[in-house]
């Protein structure tokens, strides 16, 4: 072994020791903050709207886009715990795509095959606009479809991703280096980016589901919607779409 691979080898473990003892620090720093434990409130819905509607409903290639977006808000949530921001920005981004995929797949059983082909893409844009036309959506305010929400968010996240904004940036002017850290702005900044795609992303699947959710059907859903809406889209979702969501 060179003397340089000793050296490489020798700084690899003593960077190991350093970020993970550096996680658990900030783990225990942040866990103090409410906004996880609100984080994990609104988690909770995303997981009903998965097994109440998506899995009696989808087919498993489709799902498969909705499981994955699920587990981009769960990613997001443990990076954010530890302080590591942009990377749980870009979970959320990726958690927009994924369910808007989903959706669409379901609809369109053709593409999907051609999909898992490599024959067929749909990007954001045109999958906004399939929705914008969609025969349970168009005649509704993007405020109640949640694709006002979605397409707000998407921008928002995407300068995250492509580093177009110096307030997603990791690294400061005296910091080449810096995987996380535990500035309370920046904890609220992501709480409200999560908040604000989830809550898009439930309107979505409610609207084009909310013949399933009529009176006291999927009580256990709807209750679990409650933590993840606000009180305004509660009342629109109930004048629009005659989805009762009672308060948390």
Same mark, same amino acid.
């Given at each position: 072994?060179?003397?340089?691979?000793? %050296?490489?080898?020798?700084?690899?473990?003593?960077?190991?020791?350093?970020?993970?003892?550096?996680?658990?620090?900030?783990?225990?720093?942040? /866990?103090?903050?409410?906004?996880?434990?609100?984080?994990?409130?609104?988690?909770?819905?995303?997981?009903?709207?998965?097994?109440?509607?998506?899995?009696?409903?989808?087919?498993?290639?489709?799902?498969?886009?909705?499981?994955?977006? +699920?587990?981009?808000?769960?990613?997001? +949530? $443990?990076?954010?715990?530890?302080?590591?921001?942009?990377?749980?920005?870009?979970?959320?981004?990726?958690?927009?795509?994924? &369910?808007?995929?989903? &959706?669409?797949?379901?609809?369109?059983?053709?593409?999907?095959?051609?999909? =898992? @082909?490599?024959?067929?893409?749909?990007?954001?844009? @045109?999958?906004?606009?399939?929705? @914008?036309?969609?025969?349970?959506?168009?005649?509704?305010?993007?405020?109640?479809?949640?694709? =006002?929400?979605?397409?707000? %968010?998407? &921008?928002?996240?995407?300068?995250?991703?492509?580093?177009? &904004?110096?307030?997603?940036?990791?690294?400061?002017?005296?910091?080449?280096?810096?995987?996380?850290?535990?500035?309370?702005?920046?904890?609220?900044?992501?709480?409200?980016?999560?908040?604000?795609?989830?809550?898009? $992303?439930?309107?979505?699947?409610?609207?084009?589901?909310? %013949?399933?959710?009529?009176?006291?059907?999927?009580?256990?859903?709807?209750?679990?919607?409650?933590?993840?809406?606000?009180?305004?889209?509660?009342?629109?979702?109930?004048?629009?779409?005659?989805?009762?969501? /009672?308060?948390?």
């Amino acid at each position: 072994m060179s003397q340089l691979q000793k %050296e490489i080898d020798a700084n690899h473990a003593a960077f190991f020791k350093d970020w993970t003892l550096q996680a658990a620090k900030n783990w225990k720093t942040l /866990q103090k903050n409410p906004a996880y434990q609100a984080s994990y409130r609104r988690l909770s819905a995303i997981q009903a709207l998965k097994s109440y509607l998506v899995v009696p409903a989808y087919s498993k290639p489709s799902a498969a886009f909705f499981f994955e977006a +699920h587990n981009d808000t769960l990613v997001s +949530h $443990v990076n954010a715990s530890v302080g590591a921001w942009r990377a749980s920005l870009q979970s959320l981004r990726s958690c927009i795509e994924n &369910a808007l995929c989903a &959706a669409y797949y379901h609809e369109h059983p053709i593409e999907l095959e051609l999909w =898992g @082909e490599g024959k067929f893409i749909i990007g954001l844009t @045109e999958l906004l606009r399939y929705f @914008e036309k969609h025969p349970r959506l168009s005649k509704l305010a993007e405020n109640v479809s949640g694709l =006002g929400y979605l397409r707000a %968010e998407y &921008a928002t996240l995407s300068k995250a991703v492509h580093a177009s &904004a110096a307030n997603f940036r990791m690294t400061d002017p005296v910091s080449d280096v810096l995987l996380w850290d535990t500035d309370p702005v920046k904890a609220a900044m992501w709480s409200t980016r999560e908040k604000r795609t989830i809550e898009g $992303v439930c309107l979505l699947l409610t609207c084009l589901h909310s %013949e399933r959710l009529q009176g006291t059907q999927l009580t256990p859903l709807r209750d679990a919607l409650s933590f993840s809406l606000s009180a305004s889209s509660r009342t629109l979702l109930k004048q629009s779409v005659s989805v009762i969501i /009672q308060s948390p």
